[in-house]
């Protein structure tokens, strides 16, 4: 596992997210990491919309699907 305290391993094990499992398993381990949150995350995965932008890759056309529960 790369180091998940620097901010560029954190982001690209994100990016390689192939489910939301992974997503949040990659979120979990970055945390751990970091005891917490880091300071950068609202400003490089939220505010930035990473979540959608690797969710959208996980229906192959590029697009942000949304599904009822």
Avoid: F
Wanted: net charge negative; with cysteine; aromatic share 8%.
């Amino acid at each position: 596992m790369p180091d998940l305290t620097d901010q560029t391993n954190a982001v690209e094990l994100l990016k390689a997210s192939k489910s939301d499992k992974e997503w949040n398993a990659a979120c979990d381990a970055i945390k751990e990491a970091n005891g917490g949150y880091p300071s950068w995350w609202y400003m490089v995965v939220i505010a930035q919309r990473l979540p959608q932008e690797v969710a959208a890759k996980w229906q192959g056309d590029g697009s942000l699907h949304v599904t009822k529960l």
